[in-house]
Structures are given as structure tokens and as C-alpha cells.
């Protein structure tokens, strides 16, 4: 009986396509994970691309210095010449060193620690404006109505454009972010490419007028301080200057928004965490970490192997020239690593989750998205002692972002 269970299992993880996967998929696609990770954990796609979902292969590889980001020729089979090509390879996203250096040194002093402290005030005030108006509806969806608002206007401000074009940036940009799924249809590729040269021609009189003034604060927002670079002989183009904004404001709100939008979905599953965090029973920035290794926003990340890769593991080899697909998302349920992985522990202590990453491509703005999450979370339970839904949470059909489409809540 374990034998043909056994055979069961390595048959239905053989045939998993991370390219065509199941609508249940989307809702919950832990099980996926959890059967990879114990059946084929150095998973083949069908377009030659290794699956990895075990948390020591996917930090093995995410750390390996040798890996390389920039997908030209990938991009651009998959693309086609034109905008969206050219942003998918022009931020340091996408770029390896020295660009990447040279592009994430420009704007690193926004996201350090002292930076990110700075705007605690108002990311408090901007809190709190926005229960006010979620408690004058009391009917809400609670992620376009508060889960969104506070990212999108924190990234609106450190980049240097207007919070009152949040709803504006939000439309546009996933349209750029959307066909870095796996297997989207033509007519999505063709709304990358307008949404990307319209987000380049939204933000080109921004930094015109910057690049008009003769006096800059390269402190006061990201578009000033890369101006102040290109003025001080950095080679940064006006083309790279108008991408990385895309790629900061996208990256600035959407994963932060299904972070806090899910961490109340799933406390709400779980009274007893929703007590401890409303009560102040666990130190905030302790469960924020393990909401964020629960959660894992951004699902996936890839890498491309520039030499023949023996996973420590006893899990294989990994050819040289191999696309990579890390799941961080599978490596933070691994229970391998984490006892009872499945259940929320606001108080676990260690927590090493890969919520941000690992190696050069850390998430630069992880201070900003760990400050958000801790004043906004509790701040709603804190708020209301009552929260309900009034009807069922939606996940959007996107294996990179995990997010919710929806949240209706009643809050009391």
C-alpha cells in the first residue's frame, strides 16, 4: 500500500506544469508544493525550466554568487522587441553586476534603516486616515480599501509623484508586472508593452522637471536623488532612470498590499494569533516575520545557473545553462526547516524564511514592507473589535504574486 501510494505520488508531481497549473491552484497551492517538495523537489517544466522546493536547494541556488539574472534572449522570445522587453532587462531586477550594483547603489539610501525610519510618521498618519474612512463605510473590501492605500501611497512619496494617481499607477503597473507569469497569452504581452511606454511617458515630465532644477536634495525622493547621480557622472540613463521607478513603485506597494491584506485573511482563520497580535502578547516585529513566511508574497524568483550545480542536498545536478525557478514560497513550508509549517506561530523564534529573498537580489525595500505591516496590522485590530467577512476572499490568478483579488469585510 505506501509503495503504489508512494508511486502515486511521484507520478501526479512528475506531471505537474508550473505552466498550465489547475484554477484550484491559485486559491491553494500549498499542496503543489508540499508534493513536489516530497516527491520531485528538483522538479523539469515543460519548457526545460527546473522547479526547486525544497528551502536548502532554493537557498543553495539563491545565494550562489554565480548565478545570473539578466534574461535577453529569454525575455525576448517570450517578448518580442519593444517596451516591456526593455524594462524586464534594464532594472536591477534583471540586471546582473557591476549594472546591478550601479543601479540598486543609487537608490539604496531611501530603504536603510535610518531612511525608512523617517517616514514612520507619516506611513502612522496615512494608517490612520484610512481606518478613518474604512470606519465610516464599515462594508468594505479591505484590500483596494486600506490594504492598497498605505503602500501605494508610501512609494508614491519616497519616489516623488502624486498619491492622488495610486489607482492610476496600480492599473498600469501590473499590466507591466503580469507577463512574468509563466505561459500569458499573446494580447497580455501586447499590454505590457503599452502599459510600459505609458508608465514611461506618465513619469517622463516628473523627471524633466527634476532635470530642469538647478538646486537638487538627492534626499528628497528617488527621481531627485538618480537626477543628482546622472549630474555627478554616474552612468545612468534617462531610459534606466524611468524603469527602475516602474520596477520601485510596482515592487513598493503590490507585494506589501497582499502582505497586509492576507495577514488579516488568515488571522482571521485564526483566533488565537488574531488575540495575541490585537493584545500585543508577541513582539510585532517577531510576528510580522513569520506572517511574512506564511504569506510569502512573491511566490517565485528565477536564476540561471552558469555552471553545472550539485544540489548539497543528494537532490541532483543542475545543468549549466539551466533556467531556475526558485520557490521561496514552497521553501518557507518546508517542514524540514520549520516544525508544524502549515500553522500560523506568531511567535516562532528562529524564523530563517525566504520571504525577501537571499543573496545580492535581497529585497531592498524589506525595512519599508516590515514597517508598513507592523503599524498597519495591528493598528486594524486594534481599531476594530469586530471584523467579519461578508462573503469569500478571491486569490488573483497569478503564480508570481500571491495576492487577494478581494477581501469583503464588516468591521465593527
Known amino acids: 500500500m505506501t509503495l503504489k501510494t508512494e508511486t502515486a505520488d511521484t507520478d501526479a508531481a512528475k506531471s505537474f506544469d508550473l505552466l498550465n497549473v489547475p484554477d484550484e491552484y491559485f486559491e491553494n497551492p500549498y499542496p503543489y508544493f508540499r508534493l513536489?517538495?516530497?516527491?520531485?523537489?528538483?522538479?523539469?517544466?515543460?519548457?526545460?525550466?527546473?522547479?526547486?522546493?525544497?528551502?536548502?536547494?532554493?537557498?543553495?541556488?539563491?545565494?550562489?554568487?554565480?548565478?545570473?539574472?539578466?534574461?535577453?534572449?529569454?525575455?525576448?522570445?517570450?517578448?518580442?522587441?519593444?517596451?516591456?522587453?526593455?524594462?524586464?532587462?534594464s532594472t536591477m531586477l534583471f540586471r546582473d553586476p557591476p549594472d546591478h550594483d550601479r543601479l540598486r547603489n543609487i537608490v539604496n539610501p531611501f530603504f536603510s534603516q535610518a531612511s525608512i525610519q523617517s517616514v514612520r510618521g507619516f506611513i502612522e498618519e496615512t494608517v490612520e486616515k484610512y481606518l478613518d474612512v474604512v470606519?465610516?463605510?464599515?462594508?468594505?473590501?479591505?484590500?483596494?480599501?486600506?490594504?492598497?492605500?498605505?503602500?501605494?501611497?508610501?512609494?508614491c512619496k519616497l519616489i516623488g509623484v502624486p498619491v492622488e494617481d495610486a489607482d492610476y499607477i496600480q492599473g498600469v503597473g501590473r499590466k507591466v508586472l503580469f507577463p512574468?507569469?509563466?505561459?500569458?497569452?499573446?494580447?497580455?504581452?501586447?499590454?505590457?508593452?503599452?502599459?510600459?511606454?505609458?508608465?514611461?511617458?506618465?513619469?517622463?515630465?516628473?523627471?524633466?522637471?527634476?532635470?530642469?532644477?538647478?538646486?537638487?536634495?538627492p534626499m528628497s525622493d528617488v527621481l531627485s536623488a538618480m537626477v543628482a547621480a546622472q549630474r555627478n557622472g554616474v552612468t545612468v540613463s534617462d531610459?534606466?532612470?524611468?524603469?527602475?521607478?516602474?520596477?520601485?513603485?510596482?515592487?513598493?506597494?503590490?507585494?506589501?498590499?497582499?502582505?497586509?491584506?492576507?495577514?488579516?485573511?488568515?488571522?482571521?482563520?485564526?483566533?488565537?494569533?488574531?488575540?495575541?497580535?490585537?493584545?500585543?502578547?508577541?513582539?510585532?516585529?517577531?510576528?510580522?516575520?513569520?506572517?511574512?513566511?506564511?504569506?510569502t508574497p512573491l511566490q517565485l524568483q528565477g536564476r540561471r545557473v552558469t555552471r553545472d550545480i550539485e544540489l548539497d542536498s543528494g537532490n541532483g545536478t543542475i545543468p549549466k545553462g539551466t533556467e531556475v525557478i526558485i520557490c521561496q514560497a514552497s521553501a518557507?513550508?518546508?517542514?524540514?526547516?520549520?516544525?508544524?509549517?502549515?500553522k500560523l506561530n506568531l511567535a516562532r523564534k528562529p524564523n530563517n524564511h525566504?520571504?525577501?529573498?537571499?543573496?545580492?537580489?535581497?529585497?531592498?525595500?524589506?525595512p519599508l514592507a516590515r514597517l508598513e505591516a507592523s503599524v498597519a496590522v495591528p493598528a486594524v485590530l486594534r481599531r476594530f473589535k469586530t471584523i467579519e467577512r461578508t462573503g469569500p476572499a478571491h486569490f488573483n490568478h497569478n503564480t508570481r504574486f500571491r495576492g487577494l483579488a478581494d477581501l469583503p469585510l464588516r468591521l465593527a
Open 36 to 89: 513536489l517538495r516530497d516527491a520531485d523537489p528538483a522538479h523539469w517544466n515543460s519548457d526545460g525550466s527546473v522547479l526547486l522546493t525544497r528551502y536548502a536547494d532554493v537557498r543553495q541556488v539563491w545565494r550562489d554568487i554565480s548565478g545570473e539574472v539578466f534574461k535577453g534572449e529569454q525575455f525576448g522570445q517570450r517578448f518580442g522587441e519593444g517596451p516591456l522587453l526593455e524594462h524586464h532587462t
Open 135 to 155: 470606519a465610516e463605510k464599515r462594508d468594505i473590501d479591505f484590500v483596494s480599501d486600506f490594504a492598497f492605500r498605505l503602500p501605494v501611497a508610501v512609494i
Open 180 to 217: 512574468l507569469n509563466p505561459a500569458v497569452p499573446a494580447e497580455v504581452i501586447a499590454e505590457g508593452h503599452d502599459a510600459t511606454a505609458e508608465f514611461k511617458s506618465y513619469l517622463r515630465p516628473f523627471l524633466e522637471k527634476r532635470q530642469r532644477s538647478s538646486d537638487i536634495d
Open 239 to 295: 531610459d534606466e532612470i524611468l524603469h527602475m521607478c516602474i520596477v520601485t513603485l510596482n515592487g513598493g506597494h503590490e507585494t506589501t498590499t497582499n502582505l497586509i491584506s492576507q495577514s488579516i485573511h488568515y488571522l482571521l482563520d485564526d483566533p488565537e494569533a488574531m488575540a495575541q497580535m490585537r493584545n500585543g502578547d508577541v513582539p510585532v516585529n517577531v510576528a510580522i516575520e513569520e506572517l511574512v513566511r506564511f504569506i
Open 332 to 342: 518557507n513550508r518546508d517542514d524540514r526547516v520549520f516544525d508544524n509549517p502549515e
Open 354 to 366: 525566504m520571504g525577501f529573498g537571499a543573496g545580492i537580489h535581497v529585497c531592498i525595500g524589506r
